[in-house]
């Protein structure tokens, strides 16, 4: 038995560093476009066939690394050009994003704008949410708030929840309108009902600060822990600061009597 378990332990000494070689080995040697042993083959031959949808997919596996396929914005923007060429919105807005954000290409917010409006006019949310963005901060356009509303509420109506959580805080901040807290609770609350942890983060300060309503700091607690549970930092700073000031009590109540449910519900 003994030697058994020896043989055993030895095995997986000498075996596991073997196999995090040989995965890495494939992530970065083996792992690409032209083998691509983890992700769907049957994409690349579509994207390879000349299908304008599977080769955005290709770019958006290649700048996100989804499918076990490495990071790479250079092959990203290749099938994203290939999309855009045939004119395929997520093609376009894919493409848009690269040159906005200077990832794999020289930055050119002008071109970015030029194929986000082709995408946003083919049907979007992304790319209305984006140029909904350029708009509101005057990035490659002149600054235009009520332009910034227009694209956010187009995104806004195909569901699409940043826009939802953008058109909140343009109406808590009063930005191309006058301050208006309920319509930033209704938007916000929109978003959150899709999973956007930064409008359930949005929802947490109206609750804190009493923005439209009475101060509920236990609801705004709830708010910041449910969205901390996604990794994200400003609601777990909000919830560190937040639970200074709450008793152990307090805390317990927030976190077994107020469901994210209740509020989309009310």
């Given amino acids: 038995m003994r030697s058994l378990e020896r043989l055993l332990f030895l095995s997986m000494i000498i075996g596991l560093p073997i196999f ?19 992700h769907d083959l049957r994409i690349l031959a579509r994207a390879e066939d000349g299908e304008a949808h599977a080769q955005y997919l290709m ?24 999309a855009a060429a045939q004119n395929h919105a997520g093609g376009l807005y894919g493409l848009g994003d690269l040159y906005r954000r200077g990832d794999g290409v020289d930055r050119d917010i002008a071109r970015a704008v030029s194929l986000f409006t082709r995408a946003a006019e083919d049907g979007s949310p992304a790319a209305m949410n984006a140029l909904g963005d350029l708009y509101r901060h005057g ?5 235009d708030p009520r332009a910034a509303l227009t694209w956010y509420r187009r995104a ?17 901040n009063g930005e191309g309108m006058a301050q208006n807290f309920p319509a930033a609770l209704a938007w916000y609350l929109k978003a959150a009902g899709q999973g956007d942890y930064a409008a ?13 309503m009475k101060k509920e700091p236990l609801r705004a607690w709830s708010c910041y822990f449910r969205a901390a549970l996604s990794h994200y930092e400003p609601a777990n700073r909000r919830l ?3 639970s200074d000031q ?12 107020f469901c994210f449910v209740d509020l989309v519900q009310e």
Avoid: C
Avoid at 159 to 170: E, H
Avoid at 200 to 212: A, C, D, K, R, V
């Fill in 240 to 242: 560190k600061a937040l």
């Fill in 59 to 82: 770019g958006f596996y290649r700048i996100t690394g989804r499918q076990g396929l490495p990071v790479d914005s250079t092959a990203a923007r290749r099938w994203f050009e290939k």
């Fill in 246 to 257: 709450l008793s152990a009590a307090q805390i317990e109540e927030a976190r077994s009597a």
């Fill in 139 to 143: 990035e490659g356009v002149d600054k």
């Fill in 20 to 38: 995090i070689g040989y995965q890495l080995y494939l992530n970065y040697f083996v792992y690409t476009d032209t083998n691509p042993t983890r």
């Fill in 200 to 212: 359930l983060t949005n929802l947490g300060i109206m609750f804190e600060y009493g923005q439209s």
């Fill in 156 to 172: 806004a109506a195909e569901d699409y929840a940043p826009a939802q959580r953008n058109l909140g805080i343009m109406a808590a």
